[in-house]
Structure formats: C-alpha cells, structure tokens
C-alpha cells in the first residue's frame, strides 16, 4: 500500500517533537486568530512568514497550515456564542448557530461544528494523500505551454468563484501582475517601475507586500469602521454534547457538507469561504422544511462547518502538486516555500517526500489537537473576546513592522509595507478584493517565465498554446468559465449565492 | 468584508455620482495606468516574439486603463448608489498608522528595537480615542518583552535593542 506507507513516512516527519510542537503552536494561534474578529488567516500567516525564514522548512509550513485550518475551528465558536464571525468562513454559521445558542443549546452547537469539522478534516486528509501523488504525476507530464494554460485557467476560475464585481478582481489581477514586474527585468536587466529607487531593483518582497495590504491595510479598515460592541454570552454553557436528535440530523449534514467543500476547496478561487456558503444553500435547499432555518436548525450549523474545514484543506491540493494557489492563503504557502528556495510545483512530493508528506500527516495531528483545543478549553477562548480591539492592533502593527524589517533588514521595506496598507485600505473601501492582486503578483513571474519558454519551445509560433490538446482543453475551459459568468441568470445566482447572509 | 456606508438617499448632485464606489474605482484604476503608461514611455517595447522591458508592462496598463473605463461607466449608470463619505474621523487612522510606521523604520537602526517599539505603540495609541495612559504602559511593556523574547532571544536575530551611537 503506497498510500499506507507515504503517510507512515509523514507521520515520522510530523510526529518528531519540534514538529508537534510547531502544529500546536499554528493550531493554538488559528484558534485565537479565528476567534478573534479583526485578524484573519491570511494576515496573519502573512505576518508570520518572515518568522518561518528562520525555521526548517517543513516546519514553518506544518505552522503556517495549523493557522489556516485553525482559523476554522476558532471561527464557529465567535460565530455561534457572539453572533459576529470571526472569519468569513463562518459568516452562515451566525445564521442558525446563533439561533441555537439562544435557544440554550450552544453547548450542542459548538460540539456540532467541531466534530463536524473534525470529521471533515480528517477525510480531507485522506483525500490529499489518495489525489495528490496521481496529480502530480499529471503535472510532471507539463511543459511550459500546458503550464501557461493552466495558469490562465487558474487565474479566471480564481475569478469567477470569488465574490464581488469580477471586473474589478480582474483589474486586480492586472495591477497584481503590475506590481510583480517591478523591480529589474530578468531578460534585459534594465529597471521597470523602481522610479530610480535602488531598494526597488530587486523587486517588492511579496511577505512586504502581503503584510502590507493584509496586515496594515485591515488594521486601519478596522481602526476606521469604530470598535464595535461584543455581548459575550454570560450563561454558562451547560451541555457540551448534543442530543440524540440533533446527532441525528447533523450527521447526514456533516457528510453532505465534507463532500461539497472537498470538491469546492480543489477549484481555484475555491476554499473555506465558498465551501461554506455552498453548503448552507445546500442544506436549505434539500432540507424538508427549510422555514426551520434561520430558527437554529441543526443542518445550518453542521454542514457549512464541515464544508469550511473539508475546503480549507484541500485547497492545498492544487497548490502542492501543481504549485498553482488557488486562493490567497496558497499564495501565501508558496511565497513561505520559495523563501526556502523551494519551487513549488510537482516535483516537491517526489523530491522533498519528508516536507509533503510530513505537511500531509501534520494536518490530522492538528486537527486533533484543535479537537482538544476547542471544546473543553471553550470557555478560554470566549474570554480572549473581551480583550479590546485597541490592544490588538497595536501588537498587529508591531508584529507587521518587525516581521517586514527582519525579512531584509532593511527599514525601506517598512517604508513599502505602510504603502501598501493605505493601498490595501482604499481597496477594502472600493470593494475591491485584494486577494486576486496576490494571485495575479504570485502567479506573475511564473506565467511570463513559462510563457518565455513555451515560446523558445515553438520558435515563437503563439499557436503553441491551441496545437496542444491539453493546454487547448484547459483554455477552452477557461473561455467557457468566462462566457458563463456573462451570462445573466448565472450572475444572478452567483450574487444571491453570496447574498445568503 | 463589508464597510459600512450612510444608507441615507443621495440628493442629486453631480459631485455625489463622483463619489460612488465603483466610479472611485474605475478612476483609481485609470490613474493607476496612466501612471505607469508615463513612467514606462521611454521602455522599449520590442515585438511580440522579441519582447522589450516595456512590452508586458504596458500592454497591462492598457488593459487595466480598459478596465477601468467600464467599471467607471458602470458606476456613472447605477441608480441609486450611495455616495461614499469620509469624515476626518476616518482618516485620522489612516495618518496615524502611517506614521507610527514611518516613525518605525526611521529609528530601529539607530534607535534600536526597545525604543522604536515604544514609538511605534505611542504614536499608534493615537488612534484608539479610549486608551487610558496606564493601559497604555503595560501594553508597551508586555510588548517589548513579547518582542525581544520572539526575536531575539527565540530567533537570535541581529536587531540592535540599544541605541547604537
């Protein structure tokens, strides 16, 4: 059984002491972060990957992992006793979790959502172990042309699945793609955009540009938008296990929910956020009487906290066997592996067996501390709530400075980082998503290498990318992906799908 | 993520349709190009099989320039989109943030890390209106020692933490 003794190999890499603890210190602080409104995954991971500069490898991703799916657990729990999500993956678990908080059964639904996602996660395991290695292997048989294709394909899927305007996320793409061409060009080695700064010769570091935007940027969006007032639950919560009746109507959900986030996390532009959403439309649709939604229906609870775990996990999929980021949180993991020298792509899993497979077998051990985190430690986490948003953001502004200035040493790169988080405010103010701008910065430099040498294979002959009956097939799908979302009643229901809220 | 926006109904004046989200954005866009069509206007461009440095960029900016012109059209043609509004209130913030940052990177090579943290937390403490002076403190304090302990003493990096003269 090769699967059997892959995960084996994994489970000697991540079950050394370093490694357990490293998965605990990222299950411990996605948690918090997740729980916390005001912080995300993404800024957060963002902020610590110049830390993971000075860590093995596998270490830092076992870590920077632990925070994403972390951020999951810690999101239901805000989303249920407060009323206010703690991520945007948890936005629907408001809906109905909320409900039955008030109704005295918190208890059942925080024991819900995180066995639900504890369930989830682990078949998400399962299935990056089971789908990756025949991926890969898929992806070794890429050249440069198909490369280029999927990258396209990758980019407008990211597009089309995100929410909001999607010319506006294509613009961001765009001024992504911009930014990453700053710095000096490889081929000609003369200056592009550095408006003769010679900090800028080398590039903008993405960390820099990541921090910036995600770190600073929701720093003062939150600063602007005035401290809103939580009401933590005072009642005690009594029961932590749920009747025989909600078991019963969760279970089902808690499938439903795995399967549909499982398959939404692999789509680019897919991940927690999608598979959540996707999994309450789904379960109100479906359900017998779906009035009882919105009134603390079980199924609410149950299905998108799966679905958000099970996407968050196996949006990794496409990351660590194509080294193509489907979201921005895998943009993130790839700009931690390159800051090894790592090229993310297939040739990882057969190259650097111990940092797959170890990052593969991590993710169950951390899903089953977070297990242990979340529901007899609950009351710990509900009382961080009560730490005011003004001591927050002074150790966020803190941790983003040093981190930007430890990457280089170089206090410019500050400088570059503030830029970046005004920038990064005016587009959370304009609706404009910034995450497509990472894709499109990370994505970037990898499309024009492989665009430089699918034209070097064809003797620069465009044709190359239409005579190649896969990168054709994945082009022709990203034309049919652009088409749909033109069509007017798919843009409706793409809006309402996001509106559910 | 959703910023919240005065529901109130915009009276009708030109200046108003200017400051709706998607107009402020498409004109964000077009600058933005603008800008770098100015900056690259001296980049050679090359062909399409011998790319110069200032094919890609300017074919980008042309395209986000596209872009922009849309998504500018689209939001001069919405009806009923709330303006958007800014009071000073908002933007302090934003200056303060900046600062606190700007302050940062000016003075940890010569300030060392204790005291541009301290600069840093100060200057930034501007922006929560209810911090008290004690608070404050121990903020200050616990972050110091949270720093040095991360940073230095966890991950040995060479930051001076003293001022070096």
Known sequence: MELLSNLALGL?????????????????IGTLIGVLPGIGPIATIAMLLPLTFHLEPVSGLIMLAGIFYGAQYGGSTTAILVNLPGETS????????????????AGSALAIAALGSFFAGTVATFIIAAFAPPLARVGQSFGAPEYFSLMVLGLIAAVVLAHGSVLKAIAMIILGLLFGLVGTDGQTASQRFTFDITQLSDGIDFAVLAIGVFGVGEVIANLTRGEESRSVMSERITRLWPTREDFSLAWPAVLRGTSLGSILGVLPGGGATLSSFAAYVLEKKIARDPSRFGRGAVEGVAGPESANN???????????????????????????????????????????????????????????????INLPLIGIWVQLLKVPYRF??????????????????????????????????????????????????????????????????????????LNRPISLGLLIAAAILLLIVALPAIRRSRHEAFQES | MTIDTPKSAPPPHPLHILARKNVLAGLMFIAIASLGLWVSRDYPIGTALRMGTGYVPRLLCWILMGLGAVILLQGLKEK??????????????????????????????????????????????????????????????????????????????????????
């Open chain 1, 90 to 105: 948890s936005v629907v678990t408001c809906i109905d979790g909320h409900q039955m908080a008030r109704q005295g059964k």
């Open chain 1, 392 to 465: 927050l953001y002074l150790s966020i502004l803190l941790f983003c400075a040093i981190g930007v200035y430890t990457i280089g040493n170089s206090p410019f790169s500050v400088l570059v980082a503030a830029f970046f988080g005004v920038a990064g405010y005016i587009f959370m103010r304009l609706e404009c998503e910034p995450a497509p701008m990472i894709l499109g910065f990370v994505l970037g430099p990898l499309m024009e290498d492989n665009l430089r040498r699918a034209m070097r294979i064809s003797g620069g002959d465009p044709m190359i990318f």
């Open chain 1, 310 to 372: 099970a996407g968050a996990q196996t949006s990794f999929i496409p990351m660590l066997t194509l080294g193509i980021p489907g979201n921005a949180v895998m943009a993130l993991m790839i700009g931690a592996m390159t800051i090894h020298g790592i090229q993310p792509g297939p040739q990882v899993m057969s190259e650097r067996p111990q940092l797959f497979w170890g990052m593969v077998a991590s993710m169950w051990i951390g899903n089953l501390m977070l297990l242990v």
């Open chain 2, 80 to 165: 009923d989109a709330p303006p958007e509004r800014t009071s000073l209130r908002q933007l302090m913030p934003i200056v303060v943030v900046t600062t606190s940052l700007v302050a940062f990177a000016l003075a940890i090579e010569q300030l060392g890390l204790v005291l541009s943290i301290l600069l840093l937390v100060g200057i930034g403490a501007i922006a929560a209106r209810d911090i008290k002076i004690w608070e404050l403190l121990i903020a200050a304090i616990v972050l110091v020692a949270l720093s040095w302990a991360i940073f230095i003493l966890g991950l040995g990096l060479t930051i001076p933490v003293w001022p070096v003269w």
């Open chain 1, 12 to 28: 000697d890499v991540a079950l050394t002491p370093a490694n357990v603890g490293f998965a605990l210190i990222g299950a411990l």
